[in-house]
């Protein structure tokens, strides 16, 4: 007669899959700084009840999905170069990266994602919108982070999400630049060298102009010839 302690078996739960989808987009209302909210639509495929997520985000701006007109190929001359090169030239652009914190939720929750948006200049993402004026700017979400999870016994697991899982969205030019114009009317900002921006003050305090803008219309008649 057999005395082998039988073997126990230990139900597990399955690691959750998470999908995504970008539903809606517009100014994040009250924010310190131009932000713009993406609505996003987490899935959990299994209905899985999810603890929380650390959502690691990166978002870039595939510019070769959409027409350009020659008004804004002139304007994005220096991110690409001449318009008979784009076929080699025209390239995704990085834009940001977030991470957000996502409360628990069961099957399916809505939260948003806050992008802060830049007029720095010197990103390659800030200078290509400027130079949109209608349309739509065709967006790449990429996903990644970690999924807390219960297993069968209650027990606290946590796992990776691949860098696989992505979402697309087409954000309107207008929504864009109505955030921007919302915190910067009629603006534009320029970073400048210590030294450049030195000559700059002592150039407007010498010829006594009352704003920057003066001193900048007063060397670009200079320049040309008026």
Known sequence: MSTATPRRFVETARIPELDFAIEDAGPLERAAA????????????????IRSVVLDTQVQIASRRRPYDDATEERLYELFGEPERWGSTLRTLPWTRATLAIPPFTGATTVDLPIPCTYDFEVAASRYLDALRDGEVPLEFLFGGTVFYADASG????????????????????VWRQTMDHYFPNSAWLRLRKDSFDRLYAYKAR????????AVDSLLRAGEGT
């Open 207 to 214: 010829n006594a102009l009352t704003s920057w803008e003066d």
């Open 155 to 174: 027990l606290l697991k946590t796992a990776r999400i691949a860098w696989d899982k992505e979402a697309e969205y087409r954000l309107p030019v207008a």
């Open 34 to 49: 131009p932000t713009l909210r993406f609505g996003l639509r987490i899935t959990s495929v299994g209905g899985e009840a």
